[in-house]
């Protein structure tokens, strides 16, 4: 499966910012998605992920009550909504799609097979 990120860009600490992932090649909608970050020598970490149908999430406590992920299986597209942006959130996103048909909103990257290109988000204090 392809993944292509959008919607990255710079924003000032308290703004949001909408990130997109559309999917090809593959049946988008009977597998979870998720995106994970990375930051500048951090490791890659884990933010928020969806089941296959939309009925289940699962957000890392540092983003939880702030980012929305949801999904749009009609469009083959996942999103990240993200409000009360902070410095600290700055990194370059990826969504990946899952390894594992009808598959959990999981938050282990090995449970994810594609992964996309990266959109880098900047939040300035």
């Known amino acids: 499966v392809q993944l292509q990120a959008s919607g990255g860009g710079l924003v000032q600490a308290g703004g949001s910012l909408s990130l997109s992932c559309v999917a090809s090649g593959r049946t988008f909608s009977r597998y979870a998605m998720g995106w994970f970050r990375q930051a500048p020598g951090q490791e890659r970490e884990f933010v928020a992920s969806?089941?296959?149908?939309?009925?289940?999430?699962n957000y890392a406590d540092s983003v939880k009550g702030r980012f929305t992920i949801s999904r749009d299986n009609a469009k083959n597209t996942v999103y990240l909504q993200m409000n009360s942006l902070k410095p600290e959130d700055t990194a370059v996103y990826y969504c990946?799609?899952?390894?594992?048909?009808?598959?959990?909103?999981?938050?282990?990257?090995?449970?994810?097979?594609?992964w996309g290109q990266g959109t880098q988000v900047t939040v300035s204090s």
């Open positions: 990946a799609a899952g390894r594992n048909l009808l598959g959990v909103a999981t938050p282990r990257p090995g449970d994810f097979a594609s």
């Open positions: 969806i089941n296959w149908n939309g009925g289940s999430t």
